[in-house]
């Protein structure tokens, strides 16, 4: 097979195919958003609303700035010095990048689970209990013990590690070690949950608990998730993104991208002819 | 011949030509070995031959010559008055006294001249052993006694290394033979080395204001640069913008880490003395000139550190709501504690051998007293080991020797404790 090449998108100015923007029920919402690293532009005007209570996934090639979009949702962009964003994105009707915006207040309401799982090396019960502490949700031992308790049991980890909540967060297997960092995450009752590929480093056994575990999470949450895996879009979220290089090209309902897109890129993509 | 056994003989082809090239690849790979062991064979044969060279130049001065004399404690030179009071037991002529009884061992020696050069066999610290004894027991006043009194260091180094290169004349050796004869010579642990200052007299010479005044030195040192180091570390590697000022100060800090250390030593001259009037010779400004000698090796190790945690853990304290300060504080810091403690320990290390800068301040003096606090004048070991190295006497040598044994010997220690830092801080992500 001949290498795929990457059809040539920045040329066309045209508007994102399918439904980006939500009548009712939006939890984020993102309107024209430019994002450059030094003089590269890595997204060019994209507007999407996010949804509550859904799940969102984005695809699209490697490059495609599908997880610096992502990483905008939550501010982690500001570590890096040269990035800039441009555009009004917008959680419950407040600006995210408002001078005013306190960034812990906002990644305490948008969490963020990692592609590599990253606890921190301190027990599972510190692991949980962080957030709790240095947003003070709490002083009370028996409340945060319960608060550790049902995260760990939302993110279906409580029957496997309750004996040992005092041993080290990284001695966990791969797939218990990133529904600990949901669990992390979740013990802060955050709005949005963005995840970044969370289960490209986890076996397929671990990958289906933590599908099954995202899909018991949209009861509570509104989630938006990264994959390079269109099987996983195709199975966890309502809703899918699809972006090339910068642009987002098609936003719809996910069967409806799978059975029937509405843009060639797309088409193309997930058939599977570049990616 | 068919398309089959074309690819066969290809295929063995290749096989023979990898093997080739993996004999000489194994080759290869066995002369690096062979080369990287012979180099650390070498590195470990030279320490070995500089520390039996050491060892065996020093350890002698670990034991010292004693004389036994039968003392006469005649009441009428110590306290004619019997009053007994400390004052007048302290002023007491114990030395004439051991003059005395070396006289009536030696009743054939009449001449002047000899006369001396017998007293000259006990050291002239012998008075203050014997003032000592009497003073813990006036009791004894009165009465004969036998006391072990220390030998001179020419006695010294006769008795411990026999006659090459003695100082001794021919008839103090016939008395140091019967001496000898009548089992009034031994030698002993050398506690005088360790508890006392220095001395112009080498068997009264010790290492206690030395290592007094390394102690204080470091403990200044450890107390000023390790705070000041690692904060510097943490702001410039976490805090500050990157712009042509941190980029101006970051090679500055490498460069200062390279300046001579005799450089700083003027620089506490200038400063810390002339400038300010801190006192000459004193630990205080000894520890300040190896604080600024020792901050950029903490402030360098120390960002390696910070730099080596890595930025996944960052993420996610910071994806948790963590400020920066907490990120830092919670989780970047315990995760490059290891690492700024091994550089730390390595700097204070550094800081404990060195030298040169301390002879720009001052404490390179003769100083006698065992220092009381940071502001005495003092000295420190390898200061000590450079002014006896320069000290004529042979039982010097063997001093300078013992004095590196005990230098070496607390560097291996504060490196044993570097190691065990470092396993006991150390944590896996």
Redesign the interface.
Known sequence: MTEATIPDASERDEQTVGKPQLEKKVSMSCRNVDVFYGEKQAIFDVSLDIGKHEVLAMIGPSGCGKSTFLRCLNRMNDTIDICRVLGSLRLDDEDIYDPKMDVELLRARVGMVFQKPNPFPKSIYENVAYGARIHGLTRDKTELDEIVENSLARAGLWEEVKDRLDDVGTGLSGGQQQRLCIARAIAINPEVILMDEPCSALDPIATATVEELIDELRQRYTIVIVTHSMQQAARVSQRTAYFHMGKLIEVDKTDRIFTNPGHELTEAYITGRFG | MSKLQKAAIKRRDIREAVEQSLRARKRRSWRFRLVGLVAVLTGLLLLAIMFTSIASKGYSAFERTEVLLDIDLEEAVIDPEKTRSEEVLMRADYTGLIKTSLRKLFPQVKKRKQKRALYRLVSTGAGDQLRDRVLQDPSIIGSRVSVWLIADDDLDQYYKHGDSQSRLKDYQLQWVAQLNADQRLRTAFNSTFFTAGDSREPELAGIRGALTGSFFVILITLGLSLPLGVSAAIYLEEFAP?NRWTDLIEVNINNLAAVPSIVFGLLGLAVFINFMGLPRSAPLVGGLVLTLMTLPTIIIASRAALKSV?P????????????KT?MVF??VLP?AMPGMLTGTIIGMAQALGETAPLLMIGMVAFIADVPTGPLDSATVLPVQIYLWADSPERAFMERTSAAILVLLAFLVLMNLLAIWLRRKFE???
């Not at chain 2, 910071?318 to 400020?323: P, R, T, V, W």
């Open positions: 990157r890595p996944s853990i960052r993420e996610a304290a910071l994806g948790m709501g963590a400020s907490q919670q989780h995760l944590r896996r992500w």
